[in-house]
């Protein structure tokens, strides 16, 4: 098994309709390959939306899964997420539980940690076991009134999509996402929640 136990957004090798939005303001980079030719890609976005309205979508399992358009299935179970991530034809959905951690950051931030779980839920008939499922994200209040988002993410598709597929066209995917997210953030409408809180234990 590539990339071992724990794994790891946002997670996200998740594909937008073509009339979409690419993410603007956003800069996104590969900044390691492992061994196994798995890639940590990090985003950094500056969005004219209200910090809170991220932070409502990404603490929302069904929020997050009406956001964007290829997370096909995305539930809470305790502590975690189950996700499914439809990639198109021909490849096969991919399915993985996470464990899904919220802190409140000291500068009023909220930081999103989410990791591979070590007990999955059943695969339904037909899909694959994402290998490697971890990162973050962070919601920040920026100087002009905005959001500041930044974004980490190292992710093993599993099966016989190899590492080195999925970095010809993560950087693509990962941006087209964003501006899935950005979208939704713009016509999320109660925007309710403070930036620094966290759910009740």
């Given at each position: 098994?590539?990339?071992?136990?724990?794994?790891?957004?946002?997670?996200?090798?998740?594909?937008?309709?073509?009339?979409?939005?690419?993410?603007?303001?956003c800069r996104i980079r590969t900044v390691a390959v492992d061994g196994d030719g798995v890639a940590t890609v990090e985003?950094?976005?500056?969005?004219?939306?209200?910090?809170?309205?991220?932070?409502?979508?990404?603490r929302d399992p069904a929020r997050l899964g009406a956001a964007l358009s290829t997370l096909s299935e995305c539930r809470a179970v305790?502590?975690?997420?189950?996700?499914?991530?439809?990639?198109?034809?021909?490849?096969?959905?991919r399915q993985v539980t996470v464990d899904w951690r919220e802190q409140a950051?000291?500068?009023?931030?909220?930081?999103?940690?989410?990791?591979?779980?070590?007990?999955?839920?059943?695969?339904?008939?037909?899909?694959v076991q994402i290998e490697i499922d971890e990162g973050w994200w962070e919601v920040r209040k920026?100087?002009?009134?905005?959001?500041?988002?930044?974004?980490?993410?190292?992710y093993d598709a599993g099966a016989s999509l190899a590492p080195f597929a999925v970095r010809a066209?993560?950087?693509?995917?990962?941006?087209?996402?964003?501006?899935?997210?950005?979208?939704?953030?713009e016509a999320f409408d109660r925007p309710t929640v403070a930036v620094s809180s966290a759910p009740p234990e």
């Amino acid at each position: 098994m590539r990339g071992g136990v724990r794994a790891g957004v946002v997670s996200v090798f998740l594909a937008i309709p073509a009339s979409a939005e690419p993410a603007a303001d956003c800069r996104i980079r590969t900044v390691a390959v492992d061994g196994d030719g798995v890639a940590t890609v990090e985003a950094r976005c500056h969005w004219d939306v209200e910090p809170a309205r991220l932070v409502a979508i990404l603490r929302d399992p069904a929020r997050l899964g009406a956001a964007l358009s290829t997370l096909s299935e995305c539930r809470a179970v305790p502590g975690g997420r189950v996700e499914v991530h439809s990639v198109g034809w021909p490849l096969a959905d991919r399915q993985v539980t996470v464990d899904w951690r919220e802190q409140a950051l000291p500068d009023g931030g909220t930081r999103f940690t989410y990791a591979r779980s070590q007990r999955q839920e059943p695969l339904a008939p037909g899909r694959v076991q994402i290998e490697i499922d971890e990162g973050w994200w962070e919601v920040r209040k920026n100087a002009r009134g905005g959001a500041t988002l930044a974004y980490s993410s190292r992710y093993d598709a599993g099966a016989s999509l190899a590492p080195f597929a999925v970095r010809a066209f993560v950087g693509d995917a990962i941006e087209k996402s964003l501006a899935e997210l950005r979208a939704a953030a713009e016509a999320f409408d109660r925007p309710t929640v403070a930036v620094s809180s966290a759910p009740p234990e």
